[in-house]
């Protein structure tokens, strides 16, 4: 079946340490978005991308890095220069020219001790 | 730059209520507007969609019709059930389909229906 894999599903960092959420798909989608979640606060956009070797910055881009090297993989670095890493991270993708509908996937919870 | 306004939760209604949950926008195209729920733990999935004025999406008994005069895509359901007890998240769409296309999202309504 066809979807998008979000890993690890919990994790837990250490303040000053670096953490990689890994977001593969196997829908053929171009577009790839990362996502942060806080309650009370909705979705907010970190980072997307159309295509492969590009991205821009979304509305909380400070304090995270992404890369697009293939397809299939977005994945998000929370860096220690992120002052509050601590929320649940979700990855989507989109069909170039479709009328937007993103496809999710289940998450990441990242706890920083 | 564009923004989505939903109501506050939580809601809490007793099994077969009917169900509103209120959605604004403001935009300067003409977004697409969309309804997404998240069950307990898990990512969130497209509820229904629609993508020009006066256009009604609907799916699972849930309908939201996108008025342009008032800007709104309210969601409603006639007779909710348990296992709609979720987060509601409305949405739209900006930018034109190329390299600045992505979705903003409302802060979310948490839904609990009662047996």
């Known amino acids: 079946d066809g979807g998008i894999t979000q890993s690890p599903k919990y994790l837990f960092r250490k303040e000053g340490q670096n953490v990689t959420l890994s977001c593969e798909q196997n829908?053929?989608?171009?577009?790839m978005y990362w996502y942060r979640q806080d309650p009370g606060q909705g979705l907010r956009l970190i980072y997307y991308?159309?295509?492969?070797?590009?991205?821009q910055k979304g509305d909380i881009a400070e304090g995270y890095s992404v890369s697009r090297e293939k397809k299939e993989s977005f994945p998000l670095t929370v860096t220690s220069a992120q002052k509050n890493p601590t929320a649940f991270y979700l990855c989507a993708s989109r069909l170039a020219g479709n009328t937007g509908e993103l496809f999710f996937g289940e998450g990441s919870r990242l706890t920083v001790l | 730059g564009d923004s989505v306004t939903q109501m506050e939760g939580p809601v809490t209604l007793s099994e077969e209520a009917f169900l509103t949950i209120n959605c604004t926008y403001t935009a300067t195209g003409y977004p697409s507007l969309f309804w997404y729920v998240q069950y307990p733990g898990e990512g969130l999935q497209l509820l229904l969609k629609?993508?020009?004025?006066?256009d009604k999406g609907s799916n699972k008994g849930f309908e939201a019709t996108y008025r342009k005069e008032t800007t709104s895509f309210h969601l409603e359901k006639g007779s909710v059930q348990v296992s709609d007890s979720a987060v509601y998240f409305c949405?739209?769409?900006?930018?034109?389909?190329?390299?600045?296309?992505?979705?903003?999202f409302g802060k979310g309504t948490l839904l609990t229906v009662n047996p």
């Open positions: 629609a993508t020009k004025a006066d």
């Open positions: 829908l053929n989608h171009d577009a």
């Open positions: 949405a739209l769409s900006e930018g034109s389909g190329g390299s600045n296309y992505k979705l903003t």
């Open positions: 991308s159309q295509i492969v070797n590009d991205f």
